[in-house]
């Protein structure tokens, strides 16, 4: 059965911080990982990584896809109370019709 | 400009009753889908249209009834509402069928949160 774990389920830390969130996953025909940020309504997009080692940046926010071990971590420096969230996981697989099989999210709260 | 946008936001119903869930996107995405977010916030994949024809329908109740008048639209009608059926869901499109690449990124609708009483 396909399957995205996320880790922690949340996480409490102070404006400043730096936190890594984590994705493991095990599916058929993996096509490539997506990450969302969730906060009131509509999840949006962050990244997608299809390739192994190649980090992606936006801002405060970095994330790596290790496609040997099966895992992907998104870091966030410098947090901000606006970066309380949840962030979710998404691996895109069986190829020929997308689908996303998603983790069950990491419940971010940034403390001022 | 709204790029994906579901209605109504929030509904109300009695069990047993039937009740519709209209999705527009102006994006022109060939692919759309409904997605169901439980109250543990985990979202699972329902059903997937693309240029109106199914091509996703994971193992969902038959009271549940997709419909794609045209690629733009993926209406979600439902029979019969069961408690248990309380959730958010989800529409959202994609540009490219079964393909990775920048075009893969799903845009989300605001999400539908039915409570079923």
């Known amino acids: 059965e396909d399957k995205v774990v996320q880790s922690p389920l949340s996480l409490v830390v102070h404006e400043g911080d730096t936190v890594t969130l984590n994705c493991s996953y095990e599916?058929?025909?993996?096509?490539?990982l997506l990450w969302y940020k969730q906060e009131k309504k509509a999840p949006t997009f962050l990244f997608m990584l299809?390739?192994?080692?190649i980090e992606k940046k936006s801002g405060r926010l970095s994330s790596i896809l290790d496609k040997k071990e099966l895992f992907s971590i998104l870091n966030i420096t410098a947090t901000q109370t606006g970066d309380s969230a949840v962030y979710l996981c998404?691996?895109?697989?069986?190829?020929?019709?997308?689908?996303?099989?998603f983790g069950t999210g990491t419940r971010l709260t940034i403390i001022p | 400009d709204t790029a994906v946008s579901q209605t109504p936001k929030y509904l109300v119903t009695q069990m047993g009753n039937d009740k519709s869930i209209k999705c527009e996107q102006n994006?022109?995405?060939?692919?759309m889908y409904w997605y169901k977010q439980d109250s543990k916030k985990f979202l699972k994949i329902m059903f997937s249209?693309?240029?109106?024809?199914?091509?996703i329908n994971e193992t969902v109740p038959n009271r549940f009834s997709p419909k794609s008048p045209d690629k733009a639209h993926l209406n979600l009608h439902i029979n019969s509402l069961e408690l248990g059926d309380s959730a958010v869901y989800f529409c959202?499109?994609?540009?490219?069928?079964?393909?990775?690449?920048?075009?893969?990124?799903?845009?989300f609708g605001s999400g539908t949160r039915l409570t079923v009483v």
């Open positions: 959202a499109s994609s540009q490219e069928r079964g393909r990775g690449g920048q075009g893969y990124g799903y845009t």
């Open positions: 599916v058929t025909n993996f096509r490539s």
């Open positions: 299809t390739s192994s080692g």
């Open positions: 998404a691996v895109g697989h069986n190829f020929g019709n997308e689908k996303l099989t």
């Open positions: 994006l022109g995405h060939d692919t």
């Open positions: 249209y693309n240029n109106k024809e199914l091509i």
